[in-house]
């Protein structure tokens, strides 16, 4: 029993330093939020970073103020933003601004205390898939999304997700 254990424990001690090692980069958002990319991001526009990983898999954070953009303030957003109602006006807003690509129904839900949001899709002409993870900061909407080749597996989706951190 006890050297079931030990080796259960080195198994996950391994698991921890394999994710340790994988080189990625802590970047500071903004003075609320944080992540890892596989490399060092670079902004395509003022309010998008990319990171090509090796493997292809580009790794996307958007940050949009829906203040700025839509006029909304946080105490709007309050009594709106946890409603599947305001969801789906943001998937179709992301729609609108991508052509050829599908969205799944978008999916609210808490992170940390703060409203998020989940969807995926791709771009079937393109053999893209798009995973996208969204968390509602204030009046800041930060949105995280993973792009690959259909079909690829994306081995470090999931640590890319939860490397999002609270400054």
Known sequence: MKKTFLWLILIVLSIKVAHAQTGWINYKLDNKLSVKFPVTPRYINKNTLFAMATDSSAYIVTIVDLKESDGLDS????SQAGTQMFA????????????????????????KSFISYNLNGGNISQEITLET??????????????????????????YYFSSLTLN
Do not use: Q
């Open 88 to 111: 789906d006006s943001l998937r179709s807003s992301m729609l609108s601004s991508m052509a050829g690509y599908i969205l799944s129904e978008i999916t609210v839900g808490k992170w």
């Open 133 to 158: 993870f969204m968390v509602l900061l204030g009046t800041k909407l930060y949105g995280l999304s993973t792009i690959l080749r259909t079909g690829k597996p994306n081995n470090f989706k999931n």
């Open 75 to 78: 105490a709007g957003l309050v």
